[in-house]
C-alpha cells in the first residue's frame, strides 16, 4: 500500500471519528430506556474488514475494550465471506461480549460496491433481559448466568434486510420491559445504519485502497506512540491490593490483587492472587477485566491519543482461570458493572510509585440498583434502574470532581426524566460534606440520592460498593468516607441494608443512596487554606472539619483567621 500523505491522514482519522459521534448520538435521540437516553449506558465503535477497532466514540471503556473481542467473536461464528449487505448479528454471552446479558452487542457490515470494508457496532444496556431478579443484575442467589436472563449466542437478527421476526419476538417475550427492549434495539439497528452509509460515503470519497492504508498506519502510530509512553516508564513490577465489600450479604470481602511489569515499551497485567470466582452474580469475565485494564493503562500513557485496536498491541492482560477476574462459565456475572472501578483503580494505585503525577486517587463508588413491580398510576408492571455517580478521586494538581463519572463515560440520570417514566419521587440529590478525602488536593465528595417509591409488589436489588472498605489516598492524603444504603432514613423502620442486598419494599418507602466519598492526594496540613475557606463557604467541608483534618481556622463569619491557622500549622508568621 502507498503510504497516505498527512492531510489525507488527518481527514479519514477526523471521519471515523465523526462517524462513532454519529452513530452514538443517534441511539441518544432515539433509545426508548433511561438508562441509554439519560445515563448514556450504551458506546459505538467502527471497525475495519478484519475486526480490528478504528475508531470508537466517546463512551463506557467497558464496552469498548469488550468490542475488540467481541466483533472477532462474531465473526467465527459468521465468516466474513458469508456476509451481505444488510446483515444485522446480535450476541449478549457473558463471554464473548461484555460480562452479562443485559448487554446487547450489534454488528452490522458496511459493503461498497460489493466489498466489505468494515463494520458499524454498537451496545445498549438493556433494562431488563429477564431472570431472577428485575433489571437481570442479581447478585444474591445466583450460582449461573442462566439465572440471569435470556442467553442469545451470535445470532442474526436481520438476513440481507429482512428482520427475523421470530427471533426478536422470542427476545423481547422475555423481557420484563418489552416495549422498552423493542425500541432500544430498533434505535441499535437504525443507527448503525447510520453507521454504514457514513463509512461508505468516506470510502468514496478517498478511494478503497487510500482508506485501508489510512487504517494501517493509525493503527501503527497508535501501537508506536503507546510504545513510546510505556518506555519511558521506570522498568519494573509493580504491585497493588484492593478490595470490594463482599459480594453478597454475610460473605467475605473478595480481593483484587494486581502485578504490573514494565518491560521496555511492552506491559503486562496481571491479576494472580485475586479472590476465587464466586457462587453469586459478582464476576467479571476476562473480556470486561481486560477492558478496564487497557482503560487505566491508556489513561496512565497516551490519554490524548486514538483508542483503537493498535493501543492493545503493547500490552497483556492475564488473571487466573477460576478468579472472579476470570471466572469459568457459566459463572453469574449480572451486576459485574460494580467491579470496574477496582480493576481500574488497582492499576492506578500499583503504578502511583512510577507515575506520581499521573494517577488519581481512588474515587467514591457509583450506585447502580434495579427494581421492579406494579405501577399503581399506570395500571402495570415496571423496571427501574438507576446510576448515582459521585466524586472522583483527587490528583496531584487538582482536587477531584463533584456529581460525575470517573472510570467509565455515564452521567447521573435526572431527576425530571426518572419521575417522568417511572413511579418514583427523589426527595434530595444533595452533596454530603465533608465526605470528600482530605489531601493536599480534595478528594471529590459522595452524593446522597434519596428515591422514595410509588410502587407495589417491590423487588429491590441494590448495587453499591465502598460501604467497607473507603477509597483510598494516595501520597499522605486521607480515604474517602464511606457509603451507606438506608431504609427510610429518620422513620422508626429505619434500617441499613448491605451493598448488594435484594429485598422487598413496600408502596411509600424510602431508599437513601450513600455514596462514599473519594480519596485525597497529599499531606492535608499543606492545601492551601484559602481552598480550605472556599470549600466551607460552599458547603463541601465543614468548620469543623477544616480545624481537624486541614489545620485551618475559619471564623463564625466563614471567612479564614489567618493568624490562628497559622498557630494550627505550627507556623511563623514571620
Not at 465473526?75 to 446487547?104: I, R, W
Not at 482461570?321 to 500499583?350: H, S
Not at 427494581?371 to 434502574?385: E, I, L, Q, T
Not at 458547603?539 to 490562628?564: F, Q, W
Request: hydrophobic letters at 40%.
Amino acid at each position: 500500500m502507498t503510504r497516505p500523505d498527512p492531510i489525507t491522514l488527518g481527514v479519514v482519522w477526523g471521519g471515523l471519528q465523526s462517524i462513532a459521534v454519529e452513530v452514538g448520538t443517534t441511539i441518544h435521540r432515539t433509545a426508548y430506556s433511561a438508562q441509554a437516553r439519560e445515563g448514556q449506558d450504551f458506546s459505538v465503535a467502527i471497525f475495519d474488514r478484519d475486526g480490528r477497532m478504528t475508531a470508537q466514540g466517546p463512551y463506557s471503556p467497558g464496552h469498548m475494550g469488550a468490542m475488540n473481542f467481541a466483533v472477532l467473536n462474531m465473526l467465527e461464528a459468521f465468516p466474513a465471506e458469508t456476509l451481505s449487505p444488510g446483515d444485522v448479528m446480535l450476541l449478549n454471552d457473558p463471554a464473548l461480549g461484555s460480562g452479562h446479558l443485559p448487554d446487547f452487542f450489534v454488528t452490522q457490515p458496511a459493503f461498497h460496491r460489493d466489498h466489505l470494508i468494515g463494520f458499524a457496532v454498537n451496545i445498549v444496556h438493556h433494562t431488563d433481559v429477564g431472570g431472577s431478579r428485575p433489571g437481570s443484575q442479581a447478585v444474591e442467589g445466583v450460582f449461573d448466568y442462566h439465572q440471569e436472563g435470556l442467553f442469545i449466542p451470535p445470532t442474526k437478527i436481520v438476513d440481507a434486510g429482512v428482520p427475523n421476526e421470530a427471533a426478536l419476538e422470542l427476545i423481547a417475550a422475555n423481557s420484563r420491559t418489552p416495549d422498552n427492549l423493542r425500541g432500544d434495539l430498533l434505535a441499535q439497528r437504525n443507527a448503525l445504519r447510520v453507521g454504514e452509509l457514513r463509512l461508505q460515503d468516506l470510502v468514496e470519497r478517498h478511494g478503497l485502497d487510500v482508506y485501508e492504508s489510512c487504517i494501517e498506519v493509525i493503527l501503527d502510530q497508535t501501537e508506536t506512540t503507546l510504545r513510546e509512553a510505556i518506555a519511558s516508564i521506570p522498568d519494573g513490577r509493580y504491585e497493588f491490593t484492593d478490595h470490594l465489600d463482599d459480594y453478597g450479604p454475610g460473605t467475605d470481602p473478595l480481593i483484587v490483587q494486581v502485578a504490573v511489569t514494565v518491560d521496555g515499551d511492552a506491559l503486562t497485567v496481571d491479576f494472580d492472587g485475586s479472590s476465587p470466582q464466586t457462587e453469586s452474580g459478582l464476576n467479571a469475565y476476562l473480556n470486561y477485566t481486560k477492558s478496564y485494564s487497557f482503560a487505566a493503562i491508556k489513561c496512565l500513557t497516551d490519554p490524548l491519543g486514538p483508542m483503537n485496536a493498535g493501543a492493545l498491541r503493547p500490552i497483556d492482560i492475564s488473571a487466573p482461570e477460576g478468579t472472579f477476574l476470570n471466572p469459568r462459565r457459566p459463572a453469574g456475572g449480572g451486576p459485574r458493572a460494580i467491579i470496574c472501578y477496582r480493576v481500574f483503580e488497582a492499576i492506578l494505585g500499583a503504578l502511583a510509585p512510577a507515575l506520581p503525577d499521573r494517577v488519581a486517587a481512588a474515587s467514591s463508588h457509583f450506585s447502580n440498583p434495579t427494581w421492579g413491580g406494579f405501577d399503581p398510576a399506570k395500571g402495570g408492571r415496571f423496571v427501574a434502574y438507576e446510576l448515582v455517580l459521585a466524586g472522583s478521586g483527587a490528583r496531584a494538581s487538582q482536587d477531584g470532581c463533584e456529581a460525575m463519572s470517573s472510570a467509565f463515560n455515564a452521567s447521573n440520570i435526572p431527576v425530571e426524566a426518572q419521575e417522568a417514566v417511572q413511579p418514583i419521587i427523589v426527595e434530595r440529590f444533595e452533596l454530603i460534606p465533608d465526605s470528600g478525602g482530605p489531601g493536599r488536593q480534595r478528594g471529590g465528595c459522595g452524593i446522597r440520592r434519596d428515591m422514595r417509591i410509588l410502587g407495589e409488589d417491590v423487588k429491590f436489588t441494590n448495587l453499591s460498593e465502598r460501604q467497607k472498605f473507603a477509597p483510598f489516598g494516595l501520597f499522605g492524603g486521607k480515604p474517602g468516607a464511606l457509603g451507606a444504603t438506608v431504609i427510610n432514613p429518620g422513620e422508626p423502620s429505619e434500617r441499613k441494608v448491605g451493598g448488594k442486598a435484594s429485598l422487598d419494599l413496600e408502596y411509600g418507602d424510602v431508599v437513601s443512596f450513600r455514596l462514599s466519598g473519594a480519596g485525597g492526594y497529599g499531606d492535608p496540613t499543606e492545601r492551601d487554606p484559602e481552598a480550605v475557606a472556599r470549600d466551607v463557604r460552599l458547603g463541601l467541608v465543614t468548620t469543623e472539619a477544616a480545624r481537624d483534618r486541614y489545620s485551618v481556622v475559619i471564623g463564625a463569619d466563614e471567612i479564614l483567621d489567618i493568624e490562628a491557622t497559622l498557630v494550627a500549622r505550627n507556623v511563623s508568621s514571620d
